[in-house]
């Protein structure tokens, strides 16, 4: 018998498949390795040929793995949408095998799913839910990944001491594994959240320890992701042509790997930047691409945010109608997804075009929301501008006779 035959069979490197001997393992790692540097199609390929041997040798475990790998590269692709049956097909299959773990796992996934489809409440109970179960199982490095889904579902919503706090856990937890992939994501998360507070050297500094982080593994997917953020920095800061480079920069992995959703952030950013150097058509073509790509993939915070700049960049243009329409548009969806940052500044400027159009008293009405979201996560600086606001446009409505 040849060394090893009997040992890599029973480690599953070989599954016996109807047509003979199956290499799962390998192809298994082979796919990761392809996905890690950005070959995704062909990852898709060796997962989905990994799914159906798995299948077909009733080896359900592994069935279930390769059902969770297509959900993580679904999702790394914003294809939200194909998610669902995989994670569905997953839950049966834990089920009849009546494991703890697997089952945790799904509900992540299932959170997951949840959130990027903008149900925010039905993410985070799958979440405690998920949690309690590695707590029992004492699942150190389990536990590590769902806090870092549970900071960004907080920091999505405002609470950003709750999302530090998921954050600095997780730190501790992978800093003590070694995990650098765990530590650069924890480094990006609370770089969004000082940089949604105001502090961009605060953020800039957690951006590129994460940088550095991404460019030592190699993933270059998540390196374009940190430009992307850097970009962010550098535009608040009002360093545009810095800001330029960086976003070339992602745009070039996002279109070499077919990253839809990255891609269509980043013209998302593009347009920002056209914005800001007065090129109106130039901002809403910008905002258009991205919002059919947003439009296509589901992805509805996104989406949210790219409609209300188009809005904004109607409204620059005078165009009154096209840009309530979309204001409109991104308050239902920044509501529904529960962006609370968003939907406070999107309010804001719904209140501009009312003021802008006549309309004081609708103006005060709209500011006064944002100032309710404003109280509700801390914002003291917008809290006290829309006061502002809300005083001049309550005397401009009393002065109109309350129109």
């Known amino acids: 018998m040849i060394f090893g035959w ?16 199956y290499p799962y393992a390998i192809k298994q790692r082979k796919a990761i390795v392809l996905e890690l540097v950005g070959a995704w199609d062909e990852a898709e390929v060796l997962y989905r040929e990994n799914l159906e041997s798995a299948r077909l040798s009733q080896e359900r475990r592994l069935e279930i793995e390769s059902l969770n790998r297509l959900v993580q590269l679904f999702q790394n692709r914003g294809e939200y949408r194909k998610m669902g049956p995989l ?36 993410a985070l109970l799958k979440y405690q839910q998920a949690m309690a179960i590695f707590q029992q199982l004492e699942d150190l490095p389990s536990i590590s990944r769902l806090l870092n889904n549970m900071g960004v579902l907080y920091e999505n919503q405002g609470r950003y001491q709750e999302a530090i706090e998921c954050f600095e856990r997780k730190m501790a937890l992978d800093e003590g594994s070694g995990n650098l992939m765990g530590q650069s994501s924890v480094l990006i998360n609370m770089g969004i ?15 590129l320890r994460a940088l550095d982080i991404e460019k030592h593994r190699g993933d270059i997917r998540r390196v374009a992701v940190v430009l992307s953020n850097l ?30 959703r990255g891609l269509s952030i980043n013209l998302n950013n593009l347009g920002n930047l ?14 258009q691409k991205a919002a059919e790509i947003g439009e296509d993939l589901g992805d509805l915070k996104q989406l949210g945010i790219y409609y209300a700049n188009m809005a904004l ?47 004081p008293g609708e103006a005060a009405n709209l500011v006064e929301q944002a ?27 009393e002065s109109h006779g309350g129109g």
């Open 6 to 21: 009997e040992i890599f069979r029973k480690e599953k490197w070989w599954i016996e498949a109807p047509l003979g001997p």
């Open 87 to 122: 994670l569905d097909k997953a839950w049966q299959i834990c089920q009849e095998l009546e494991d703890r773990k697997l089952e945790a796992e799904v509900l992540m996934g299932q959170g997951i799913w949840a959130w990027r489809l903008g149900r925010s409440d039905e």
């Open 193 to 207: 959240c000082l940089m949604h507070q105001g502090d961009m050297e605060g953020a800039r500094a957690f951006y």
């Open 231 to 260: 970009g962010v920095v550098c535009r608040e800061q009002c360093t545009y042509e810095e800001a330029g480079r960086m976003w070339e920069r992602a745009n070039d992995i996002y279109s070499r790997l077919g990253d839809r």
């Open 274 to 287: 056209a914005e800001q150097r007065g090129d109106l058509a130039g901002a809403l073509r910008n905002y």
């Open 313 to 359: 960049t109607l409204l620059r243009m005078k165009d009154y109608i096209s840009a309530q329409h979309r204001f409109d548009q991104a308050i239902e969806l920044l509501s529904r997804v529960g962006a609370q940052r968003y939907l406070m500044e999107t309010l804001g400027r719904r209140a501009e075009l009312a003021a802008e159009t006549g309309r």
């Open 371 to 397: 100032m309710a979201i404003a109280e509700k996560i801390g914002n003291s600086d917008r809290l006290e501008y829309f006061t502002s606001l809300r005083e001049g446009y309550i005397r401009a409505s």
